[in-house]
Every structure is written in C-alpha cells, then in structure tokens.
C-alpha cells in the first residue's frame, strides 16, 4: 500500500468550475500536508502546506485536512485555464501519484 | 533571488558509466532533498540532507546510489554503474533549516540510460 494514495484522474472541467482534488495518506505520524502544481517537464511548485486538520484559504485555493480519516483536499473555485497541471498532495516527504488536471475554456 | 538550481538539466550516460547529479539550495536554505520521478508516477522520495549530514535516507537504493552535501558546494547524488531502470527526473528540493513543509523544487535532471 502507497503511503499516499491519490486518483491520477485525468480530471477536465470548463473554465470557471469547482476543482476538488483529494488524496489519503496511511500513516497517522504525518504531520504536514503540502500541495503542488508541476507543469509538464517542470518542478514542483508549492501551493499551500498545513499542518493541522481544518480548512486553509489562499486566493482561489483551499486545503483542508481531516486526520481522522487521513484525508486531505484541495479545491480549486473560479477555475482557469491556466490551471491546466498536475497536482501532487504530499505528507512529510511523500508524495501521491499526482492528478492531471486540464480547465478548458 | 535563485532559486534551486540543478545541474546537468539533462545527462546521458551508457550502462555502467557513473551519474553526477548537482543541486545548489536556494540561498539562506541549509536542507537538501533528492526525489525520482518516474513517467506517470509521483516523487518518491529519495534522501534528505543537512550540511555535512544525512538525516533520512530510507528512500535510498541499497547499492550503486549515494548522496552528499558538503560544508561548502552543491548538494551531489552520485548513481554508479547506472542501469536502463535508472532513467528518470530526478527533482532536488531545499527548505529552510528543518521545514519539511516548504520545499522548494529545481527544474530537475533527467537521466536516459541508453
């Protein structure tokens, strides 16, 4: 079992949708939860990190956490096209597979 | 202000030649991690480093792999007597003294073992 689970998707919303990305994680020693967008042959790029259960708001992103049901989220409101990337959630330092995320216009 | 930079962006190596993969930290951050991502997969996480020490280095290979982050210069992931399954983006991170959290990636290096 992967220590961070996550659906690779592919996931195709119309620009200006709702976006919900989510991912479990095993090991109920984690203790942050971080999420990143990688553009295609790029590096990751930090979007938010939390290391408590409860919501996290920045801009059009919010993270949320549950560590009752190691669950965490991501939602994405007033989706862009501009979003179109892969979006990786991580524990500590492991990572999920990664859900391909493409916000047509 | 850089950020993390990695060096080769892409390296070419026969079977059983040894890799040099390089990565200098953002300045100000003294925490090295190495990641491999494999096609379609996520980062798996490799070692993680500390000037001069290595912290955790559960996600390491047994043989032919190692890492180093010396008091002065790049971080250095060595791969010796590469294999074909050794091809793949290898992502370094860095982060401020201990924030596993905030990990800031380089644009990575890949690998093809030919």
């Known amino acids: 079992q992967k220590e961070v689970e996550q659906d690779p998707g592919p996931l195709s919303v119309p620009e200006g949708a709702i976006v919900s990305l989510n991912c479990t994680y095993s090991?109920?020693?984690?203790?942050?939860f971080m999420w990143y967008r990688q553009y295609s042959r790029k590096g990751p790029e930090l979007l938010m990190y939390?290391?408590?259960?409860g919501n996290k708001e920045d801009g059009r992103f919010t993270a949320q956490v549950d560590k009752s049901s190691k669950y965490i989220s991501l939602f994405i409101r007033d989706s862009q096209p501009s979003d179109s990337a892969t979006y990786l959630c991580a524990s500590d330092m492991r990572f999920g597979a990664g859900t391909r995320l493409t916000v047509k216009p | 202000n850089a950020g993390v930079m990695q060096n080769p962006r892409h390296l070419v190596r026969r079977r059983g030649q040894e890799a040099r993969l390089r990565c200098s930290p953002m300045?100000?951050?003294?925490?090295v991690y190495w990641y491999r991502q494999l096609p379609e997969e996520g980062l798996k996480f490799m070692v993680y480093l500390q000037k001069e020490n290595i912290i955790d280095e559960s996600g390491m290979p047994k043989e032919r792999f190692s890492a180093e982050f010396p008091k002065e210069g790049p971080s250095i992931l060595r791969i010796q007597q590469v294999v074909r399954g050794d091809s793949a983006a290898y992502f370094c991170?860095?982060?401020?003294?201990?924030?596993?959290?905030?990990?800031?990636f380089g644009p990575g290096t890949r690998l093809t073992v030919t």
């Open positions: 300045k100000g951050h003294s925490h």
């Open positions: 991170a860095s982060s401020p003294e201990s924030r596993v959290y905030e990990q800031y």
């Open positions: 090991n109920s020693a984690f203790q942050y």
């Open positions: 939390t290391y408590s259960s």
